[in-house]
């Protein structure tokens, strides 16, 4: 099946801890996006890629990585830089042409205790 | 700055009644612009989208949305709502490959 994949489900770290969040694609997807979702703020664009081996940053993207190795995938890193890290992220992808609209993954949800 | 804005955090409605979810946009150029679904702690679900020609635009579940370029407003539109439209309901705005969201709306179908 053709989709988009966010793994772990749910993630737990410890304050001070890196963490990388996966987003993989199989959709032949040339762009690429992460958002940080936080109840009443709606999606906040942290980083995108519109291509392989070049990404920009978004709306948030202190405290935050990315890599585009490899056109199927995006993993995020949240660093112990970003002072307040839990929140639902969540991955998309588009064909980034003609409007063509984005796919979205299921979300991982971040808690950092 | 560009920027999507809904100015409802929730929207209340009776089963049966129209449904109307508003979103306005301040972004350059000729933004593609999209409506999302989200049910709780899932992913978003793309409803209907605008790219060029007729100013209506219909969408999945009977949605439709109606693009008005002088008063930059996208708003969503439904005639009959159902108790099973009760969820988050974004707007979104592609302008040159970065696809920024509204803060979303919570949309209420009481029976």
């Known amino acids: 099946d053709g989709g988009i994949t966010q793994s772990p489900k749910y993630l737990f770290r410890k304050e001070g801890q890196n963490v990388t969040l996966s987003c993989e694609q199989n959709?032949?997807?040339?762009?690429m996006y992460w958002y940080r979702q936080d109840p009443g703020q709606g999606l906040r664009l942290i980083y995108y890629s519109q291509i392989v081996n070049d990404f920009q940053k978004g709306d948030i993207a202190e405290g935050y990585s990315v890599s585009r190795e490899k056109k199927e995938s995006f993993p995020l890193t949240v660093t112990s830089a970003q002072k307040n890290p839990t929140a639902f992220y969540l991955c998309?992808?588009?064909?980034?042409?003609?409007?063509?609209?984005?796919?979205f993954g299921q979300g991982t949800r971040l808690t950092v205790v | 700055a560009q920027s999507v804005a809904q100015p409802e955090d929730q929207v209340n409605v009776a089963e049966g009644n129209p449904l109307t979810v508003k979103c306005t946009y301040s972004?350059?150029?000729?933004?593609?612009l999209f409506w999302y679904v989200q049910y709780p702690n899932r992913g978003l679900q793309f409803l209907l989208k605008y790219i060029t020609g007729d100013n209506l635009v219909k969408g999945s579940y009977g949605f439709e949305a109606e693009f008005n370029k002088s008063q930059t407003s996208f708003h969503l539109k439904k005639p009959s709502a159902l108790v099973s439209d009760s969820a988050l309901y974004f707007c979104?705005?592609?302008?040159?490959?970065?696809?920024?969201f509204g803060a979303g709306t919570q949309v209420v179908v009481t029976p």
């Open positions: 998309a992808s588009s064909p980034h042409r003609d409007g063509t609209e984005a796919f």
């Open positions: 959709l032949n997807h040339d762009a």
């Open positions: 979104a705005a592609d302008s040159w490959g970065k696809l920024q």
């Open positions: 972004v350059s150029g000729n933004p593609y």
